[in-house]
């Protein structure tokens, strides 16, 4: 339970690896669980499907999540998490190229902690990859962790 694991939801393979990349350049070595769409989020965070029986008292300590994803979109993600006491708390980064404001202002509705536009330049992408996890497992005081909640 002391692992901070960083849940990342991004359909964009190059993206993937670029974070990856960033992390272990930077020396943020936390355990990072990668899912490729939303439905795949949604059974990691509630243990459901090919992550049935995992320990869903174990939570993420940050979820990285993308809005435009396959199957289920991250705005759906974000309203399931927010509306589930096992993951309401869990702080979420809302990573998105979106420049609607209905999106941004969604995010925010729905619970987001924090949304950042990804930029599109390979070395601001990753500076902000680099900033966010430095924040959010070092500064940011989160909320307790605990187990067993139904």
């Known amino acids: 339970m ?3 694991v960083i849940f990342l939801v991004e359909d964009n393979p190059d993206e993937v690896t670029l974070t990856l990349r960033t992390f272990k350049k930077n020396h943020i070595l936390n ?5 490729h769409d ?5 059974d990691y965070l509630f243990g459901a499907g090919s992550h049935a029986g995992r320990d869903t008292g174990d939570m993420p300590v940050i979820v990285m999540l993308d809005l435009k994803l396959p199957k289920v979109s991250g705005l759906e993600v974000l309203k399931a998490m927010r509306a589930d006491d096992r993951t309401r708390l869990i702080p979420v980064v ?7 404001e ?6 925010y509705q729905l619970g987001a902690n ?5 930029p599109v ?5 990753s500076e902000a990859m680099r900033q966010l996890a430095l924040y959010w497992l070092v500064l940011n ?3 307790p962790r605990r187990r067993g909640l139904t």
């Open 102 to 107: 209905r999106d941004l202002v969604q995010s």
């Open 31 to 35: 355990e990072v669980v990668v899912a």
């Open 121 to 125: 330049d390979f070395v601001r992408f």
């Open 141 to 143: 005081q989160a909320p």
């Open 38 to 42: 939303g439905s795949e989020a949604l």
């Open 2 to 4: 002391d692992n901070k």
């Open 94 to 100: 809302v990573l998105t190229s979106s420049d609607e």
């Open 114 to 118: 924090s949304y950042v536009r990804k």
